[in-house]
């Protein structure tokens, strides 16, 4: 007999080495390393069958069938629904809420008429049921306490349902490979599985992800690459508020996002998300800023936060939450340089209100001014909001979607408006500032 071969793989990216390896040479990680078998087998060769191609104007296209979840907020961000034949991966931190949204969804399909089956691999019937009571789910979803991919894909074939739920699919094995469950084999062999399952029978199919200490998808290139639509929850835990936000969707836009509130019976969509995150801002008080940014095709005004305080350390701290920290490294070599601002002996906190996390530019211009304020100490003007990108050089440049920000800063009784110079020639709206450089936020911070 041929003595059996173990080799080594990376758990995060799946790169594999005939030995151990401390650090990762592909994703750069460290310890991820964990053996597995190693199992040859021979290729037979066979004659190779030429495939006829298809002209792209033979094509009949169909537009695709979607059903509606029940949950305003969860179809907003699948872009209208669930598509027929589609592989949806909802990945989180434990905890986050992944299993309730899920359930809620599951609870409202077959309230509509659709037949869902729920497979839970991690947790016992009787504590899907436990969950089911609390959140008032129906007693029509069908549970399946498995985790072996051979019986859940027979059991889907036979009960035939409109919508298959996995929990978790780190939890499913594969018998007919080695391997533990959850390592790179064993998910990439499973999520085809699922992949084939939905685009042969037509069944929509819904996955649970977990993810990696640094916050991402755990298998990234294994699962995002498979699927249909990525979404990703967001959002501290000890937060109500939870951010649903698609990394990919073949189907939609993959820059809208849900936001839920977490109560004593689920989660629950917030409707109006900028009145919410708004209601507890103080007023008047050095450092704080509003910015209208757009998540998506929806605006939201969240509230940006800074502190500036001397430092005694040799070295002052620059910490950043809900925000990139270069960019606020950035933002103030900016004011130092083009503002004559000076942070060289303070310790500088950065946070976003709520949790969110703003990545476009158009936070610029609204860090600034809640970094000028908390280094100068005044507050700003009264009902005060802000939008732009800051270059290098101190110039400010405008950015997409102005009228849908100041349609939500009216709404929400924010008068005085800040943004970037128009370019071109062009006049800035009415009821606008303009700001063509770092130059001149503080003068606006200090009258």
Request: include cysteine; hydrophobic fraction near 45%; charged fraction near 20%.
């Amino acid at each position: 007999m041929a003595k059996p071969r173990t080799g080594w793989r990376c758990q995060q990216c799946g790169y594999g080495a005939p030995k151990w390896l401390g650090r990762c040479p592909d994703c750069g990680e460290f310890g991820t390393f964990v053996e597995e078998a190693v199992t040859s087998a021979s290729v037979a060769v066979s004659r190779v069958v030429v495939a006829k191609p298809i002209r792209l104007g033979d094509v009949v296209s169909t537009n695709a069938s979607r059903t509606a979840t029940g949950i305003p907020e969860l179809d907003r961000v699948l872009g209208g629904g669930l598509v027929r034949g589609s592989l949806v991966l909802l990945a989180g931190e434990p905890g986050i809420g992944k299993s309730t949204l899920l359930l809620q969804a599951a609870a409202s399909l077959s309230s509509g008429g659709s037949s869902v089956l729920y497979v839970c691999g991690e947790e016992s019937a009787e504590q899907v049921k436990l969950r089911a009571e609390r959140i008032g789910a129906a007693d029509g979803i069908m549970l399946l306490p498995e985790v072996d991919a051979a019986v859940i894909e027979a059991t889907a074939l036979a009960e035939r349902p409109d919508i298959l739920i996995i929990d978790s699919v780190q939890t499913m094995v594969d018998s007919s490979l080695d391997g533990v469950a959850g390592s790179v084999g064993q998910v990439r062999a499973c999520a085809a599985r699922l992949m084939h399952l939905a685009k042969s029978e037509g069944m929509t199919v819904l996955v649970v992800g977990h993810v990696t200490k640094e916050g991402t998808v755990a298998g990234p290139r294994v699962l995002e690459h498979t699927v249909d639509a990525v979404l990703s929850f967001e959002g501290d835990r000890d937060h109500v508020f939870r951010i649903v936000r698609a990394a990919k969707n073949r189907f939609g836009s993959v820059s809208e996002i849900g936001v839920f509130e977490m109560g004593e019976r689920g989660l629950v969509g917030v409707a109006n998300p900028s009145a919410v995150l708004l209601a507890d801002r103080a007023v008047d008080v050095p450092g704080s800023c509003v910015l209208a940014t757009v998540e998506g095709t929806r605006p939201l005004l969240v509230e940006v936060q800074a502190l500036v305080t001397p430092s005694y350390l040799q070295m002052p701290r620059r910490l950043a939450v809900g925000v990139d920290n270069a960019r606020v490294l950035q933002m103030l070599a900016v004011l130092e340089r083009r503002a004559g601002l000076v942070f060289g002996q303070h310790d500088v906190y950065v946070s976003v209100a709520g949790g969110v996390k703003i990545a476009e530019p158009a936070v610029d211009l609204a860090l600034a001014l809640a970094l000028t304020s908390a280094r100068l100490d005044r507050a700003l003007p009264a009902g005060t909001i802000a939008f732009g990108e800051v270059g290098l050089t101190g110039e400010l440049r405008s950015v997409r979607h102005t009228q849908p920000r100041l349609a939500e800063a009216a709404r929400m009784g924010l008068d005085r408006v800040f943004l970037a110079a128009p370019s071109g020639g062009s006049k800035a709206p009415a009821g606008t500032r303009s700001i063509s450089s770092v130059r001149e936020i503080p003068g606006i911070v200090g009258s």
